[in-house]
């Protein structure tokens, strides 16, 4: 069972550079949420999308972009780098509203902006 | 808005001693409450969840966690510490009535076992 998977999970880049992070779930979720985990801060929410062709902005959205083609996939972009966005990212998949349904993660990918 | 706050950022114990870590939080409506388990460099997992039914509520591992209304708290507990236990913890509330993008994580708790 694969669950929830990340790729890359690891990532140097310099300022400037563009990325694309790669989120998939075969559990046929609904709902798909990228989060950057900061030390001290918890998990923030970046973007989430409640279905296929759907995204929002969730707390901390700027300096990223998210599309959601294909319901089993969920893809975070960096336009241009900066270091600020030095964090891990996890993303994590709920069959619908993830309160009283399990969210499940991915494993994280560690990004380093230099 | 609802928010959570883990009251320590890092917690020690001697494996078989009891585990402690506090959790409280602010909701509007009907809060669900859950607390996951991050082992190092790996996703979290889901240790617990409340949900308006039994006020204590019993998860994986031996954890278990009581809500407390009167109090706002969700703390989790254990009777005896494992040297597995050792990991960050998160408390995480969301309003059951909320938006869709309403979860909010606690800072996380770090806990240590010592042999």
């Known amino acids: 069972n694969a669950g929830v998977t990340q790729t890359p999970k690891f990532r140097v880049l310099k300022t400037g550079q563009s990325m694309t992070l790669l989120c998939a779930q075969d559990m046929n979720h609904e709902y798909m949420y990228w989060y950057r985990q900061d030390p001290g801060m918890g998990l923030r929410l970046i973007h989430y999308s409640v279905g296929e062709g759907t995204t929002a902005k969730g707390e901390v959205p700027d300096g990223y972009n998210v599309s959601r083609l294909k319901k089993q996939n969920f893809l975070l972009g960096l336009e241009s780098a900066a270091p600020s966005q030095t964090s891990v990212y996890f993303c994590a998949s709920s069959l619908n509203r993830a309160l009283n349904t399990e969210a499940f993660f991915g494993q994280g990918t560690r990004l380093t902006v230099v | 808005a609802q928010s959570v706050t883990q009251l320590d950022s890092h917690v020690s114990v001697s494996e078989g001693t009891p585990v402690l870590l506090r959790c409280n939080y602010s909701s509007s409506y009907s809060p669900s409450l859950f607390w996951y388990v991050q082992h190092p460099n790996k996703g979290l997992q889901l240790l617990l969840k409340?949900?308006?039914?039994?006020?204590l509520v019993k998860g994986i591992n031996g954890f278990e966690a009581e809500f407390k209304k009167s109090e706002t708290s969700f703390h989790l507990t254990k009777p005896s510490a494992h040297m597995s236990d050792a990991a960050e913890y998160f408390c995480v509330v969301s309003d059951q009535w909320g938006a869709d993008n309403d979860m909010r994580f606690g800072a996380g708790t770090r806990l240590t076992v010592k042999p």
């Open positions: 409340y949900t308006s039914a039994a006020t």
